[in-house]
């Protein structure tokens, strides 16, 4: 079985002192609601809109 590695996403929103930061997505939810972690574990529940893809 092949794995990837999980996508990175910059976080734009400036909530709870994350913006700009790095993170991965956990799971997607209904009404483009999505769970991130950061890379110090900092998990939340955010919109799908507060992150872009990282560049490469």
Do not use: H
Request: aromatic share 8%; net charge positive; charged share 25%.
């Amino acid at each position: 079985m092949i794995t990837a590695a999980p996508q990175r996403y910059i976080y734009r929103w400036n909530r709870q002192g994350r913006k700009g930061q790095a993170c991965i997505v956990l799971a997607r939810g209904k009404m483009n609601s999505i769970c991130v972690r950061f890379d110090d574990g900092y998990t939340m529940v955010t919109s799908g809109n507060a992150i872009r893809r990282a560049p490469e």
